[in-house]
């Protein structure tokens, strides 16, 4: 009986996430730095594959991702211009970092600054 592995997309539907997502995060969290991403179990025509019961284990690797959680440290100068021009179009801090939140959990592959240029952006537009 042949092995199963997920690969990218089935990290990625496990996770709730894209398969851009999981490449962006091997791509950015390599072998060797602070926060490696779980390397994979096999690897086929060059393509990953991990072990089902490896899922937690990447949960858990993404819920260590800087800036996740409580604390977070200093926002970014994009973060600051984006609740400046939250304010200015009526939100309150609370309603500006709760939609800044949820585009997070939507766009997983995208940091918290990247968003706030994106929204940035579509603002001005």
């Known amino acids: 009986m042949a092995e ?3 690969g990218v997309v089935g990290i990625g539907e496990a996770l709730g996430v894209t398969r851009h997502a999981v490449h962006k995060w091997r791509s950015r969290h390599p072998a060797g730095s602070d ?3 779980p390397e994979p179990d096999v690897e086929i025509d060059g393509a ?3 072990r089902p019961d490896r899922v937690e284990e990447v949960v858990q690797w993404r819920n260590g991702l800087p800036g996740r959680g409580a ?3 200093r ?3 994009s973060q600051q211009e984006y609740m400046t021009e939250a304010f200015a179009r009526g ?3 609370h309603e500006a970092l709760s939609a800044l ?3 997070a959990e939507e766009f997983p592959e995208m940091t918290r600054a990247e968003i706030c ?3 940035l952006g579509k603002w001005r537009d």
């Open 75 to 77: 926002p970014s100068a």
């Open 35 to 37: 926060h490696p991403f």
């Open 101 to 103: 939140d949820s585009f």
């Open 4 to 6: 199963r592995y997920l």
């Open 117 to 119: 240029a994106w929204l």
């Open 71 to 73: 604390g977070g440290g």
């Open 48 to 50: 990953p594959g991990w």
């Open 91 to 93: 939100l309150n801090e």
